[in-house]
């Protein structure tokens, strides 16, 4: 069998993908894994991270504001749901590390557990100002997760119009059966 592929298999790669246990304390390795989650709900260029981490304080309120309504059988849920959030970040830390595009899987558990907090936060409120309050901030986070949207796939469609170009030189001066390697954009499914 080739080294390269011996060394690539599962069995090879699992103490990897775990990492060390000391990485599960290391606070930079959670800073870094917290701003890559926010980068997925708030995509934002480097010199716009002030207006990421405003966005993300605002959910954060509006989280904590629901979570306080919510009864308690409904903050048991958002508990487990929360749990399955950092669960894959416990378990597979040093993949969580290296590669980001794992954190969309996980931010599907975020998303659930800021919408039940709205639900739960709503079914609890006791007064029409809360409920109108509950709902307004609803409205303001839906229309910053549109908005953001709106800019990622703006983004997204400039940048991979570059990959386009390679993707095109790479077909016109490579054999159809030839194999290449590309370096730099480790785990992009673009260029393939």
């Not at 954060?60 to 059988?73: D, H, K, N, T």
């Amino acid at each position: 069998m080739d080294p390269v592929a011996t060394a690539s298999q599962s069995a090879y790669l699992r103490d990897w993908n775990y990492g060390p246990l000391a990485q599960r304390f290391d606070w930079r390795i959670w800073m870094a894994l917290i701003n890559t989650t926010l980068d997925i709900y708030f995509p934002f260029a480097r010199n716009l991270a002030w207006l990421k981490l405003s966005l993300g304080v605002l959910w954060i309120a509006v989280f904590v504001y629901g979570w306080r309504l919510c009864s308690a059988q409904r903050r048991r849920q958002i508990l487990l749901v929360l749990l399955l959030f950092f669960l894959p970040y416990l378990i597979f830390t040093n993949l969580h590390r290296i590669h980001s595009y794992y954190q969309n899987a996980n931010a599907v558990f975020l998303t659930m557990a800021l919408g039940m907090a709205l639900t739960g936060g709503m079914e609890g409120a006791r007064t029409l100002r809360q409920q109108y309050w509950l709902r307004t901030l609803h409205g303001v986070l839906l229309l910053v997760f549109c908005g953001c949207s709106v800019w990622y796939f703006h983004f997204k469609s400039s940048h991979v119009g570059i990959y386009a170009e390679l993707t095109r030189f790479v077909r016109q001066h490579t054999p159809e059966d030839a194999a290449i390697i590309v370096a730099g954009q480790d785990w992009s499914p673009v260029i393939p």
